[in-house]
Structure formats: structure tokens, C-alpha cells
T-cell receptor, first 113, second 115 residues
Framework: EAQVTQNPRYLITVTGKKLTVTCSQN?????MSWYRQDPGLGLRQIYY???????DKGDVPEGYKVSRKEKRNFPLILESPSPNQTSLYFC????????????FGDGTRLSIL | AQSVAQPEDQVKVAEGNPLTVKCTYS??????LFWYVQYPNRGLQFLLK??????LVKGSYGFEAEFNKSQTSFHLKKPSALVSDSALYFC?????????????FGGGTRVLVKP
């Protein structure tokens, strides 16, 4: 089954404690992205990757890092989380090209205390 | 900058009645437009897209959308709504000038279908 898998689905942690949210896709997609979803603000892109070792900032990259060492994986790293990063996070993947639909994971709800 | 707007935060309809979720866009040139649906505790699922050609686009789960260039709209429709259609719906446009296949989303419309 074609899917994007995120882990963990839920996490409560404290300010400053490094965390990683993993994302893996099994569709051999070139493009991968991370979005955060906040009430009243919709979904905003954090980082994206167009292929292995090719990553770049989206609209709200501050406080986040990513890596793309393998085509299927695109982890999101919060090195020193802060309460304003409490949000619902989605990983997405797609084939190259703006007319390609994106496939989303089921989301990770992060609470930073 | 391109954008999409969903003027209604919430739409309520009775089961069996037609459902319309509105979206307007602001895009230079010919737009690509998408609709996604988000069920509780799930990620967004692709419903349909407009690329070019027919103004009526058919998608998943019996949904369709009508592209209207003169009104810059791309409304989502379903002739007969089901209770299971209750969800959050997003209109989106890809940023064709930016790398990374970035989608710009509308604010979302919550649909409630009453039995």
C-alpha cells in the first residue's frame, strides 16, 4: 500500500529537549515536504526536499532542521524545541512537478511544555 | 503572490442534499488547483485537481469541482452528501515559481452533514 508514515503520532516533551519526527514514504517520490498546521493559519511549509541531499527552506523554517540522506526518509529535527512549536505536523511526498498531488502522512501532534 | 481563499469556515447540510464548498483563487497565468480532505486524526487526502481542459473535474468519493475563470473560482460539489463526508476541506494552489512543489492552502472549510 502506498503510504507516508510518520512517527511518533503524539509527543509531549519539554522546552530544549531535542526531538526528531521521522517520515518515510514507499512510493519512490522525489519531492518531500514538512508542513505545520495551526488553527487560523492553515498549513504552512517548513522545509522541502527535491531529492537526496537537496533540501531548502519553506515559509516557516526557524527552529527546524531536516536531512535527506535516503530517498524514502525525510526526518524533521527540533534541536531546542520551544512552546511556539507546539503544533500538528504533516510530512508529504510527491512526484516532481507542481501538477502532481501530494500524499500526506497522518500527522504528528507535538506539545512542547 | 498567489493565494486561495475559502470564504466559509463551516458548511452544514442535511444528508442527501447537495454540498458546495467554495474556493476562490488569485494566480497569475493558468492555475493548477487542488482539493484535499482531512478526516479526524488523519492526514490530508487528495480529492481532485484542475490542470487544464474541461471546467468540470471529477474526483474521488463522488466529488467534482467546477473551474470558473471569469469568477476565479474552483468550487467543490457533491450532488448528494453523506454523513461520512463530514470533514475539513482544503483548496490549494501550487507555487509554480518556487521549487519544492509547495502548496499554498486556503484556511479550510469544515463540513458537517447531518443525518
Amino acid at each position: 500500500e502506498a503510504q507516508v508514515t510518520q512517527n511518533p503520532r503524539y509527543l509531549i516533551t519539554v522546552t530544549g529537549k531535542k526531538l526528531t519526527v521521522t517520515c518515510s514514504q514507499n512510493m519512490n517520490h522525489e519531492y518531500m515536504s514538512w508542513y505545520r498546521q495551526d488553527p487560523g493559519l492553515g498549513l504552512r511549509q517548513i522545509y522541502y526536499s527535491m531529492n537526496v541531499e537537496v533540501t531548502d527552506k519553506g515559509d516557516v523554517p526557524e527552529g527546524y532542521k531536516v536531512s535527506r540522506k535516503e530517498k524514502r526518509n525525510f526526518p524533521l529535527i527540533l534541536e531546542s524545541p520551544s512552546p511556539n512549536q507546539t503544533s500538528l505536523y504533516f510530512c508529504a511526498s510527491s512526484l516532481a512537478g507542481g501538477n502532481q498531488p501530494q500524499h500526506f502522512g497522518d500527522g504528528t501532534r507535538l506539545s512542547i511544555l | 503572490a498567489q493565494s486561495v481563499a475559502q470564504p466559509e469556515d463551516q458548511v452544514k447540510v442535511a444528508e442527501g442534499n447537495p454540498l458546495t464548498v467554495k474556493c476562490t483563487y488569485s494566480v497569475s497565468g493558468n492555475p493548477y488547483l487542488f482539493w484535499y480532505v482531512q478526516y479526524p486524526n488523519r492526514g490530508l487526502q487528495f480529492l481532485l485537481k484542475y490542470i487544464t481542459g474541461d471546467n468540470l473535474v471529477k474526483g474521488s468519493y463522488g466529488f467534482e469541482a467546477e473551474f470558473n475563470k471569469s469568477q476565479t473560482s474552483f468550487h467543490l460539489k457533491k450532488p448528494s452528501a453523506l454523513v461520512s463526508d463530514s470533514a475539513l476541506y482544503f483548496c490549494a494552489v501550487p507555487d509554480m515559481k518556487a521549487a519544492g512543489n509547495k502548496l499554498t492552502f486556503g484556511g479550510g472549510t469544515r463540513v458537517l452533514v447531518k443525518p
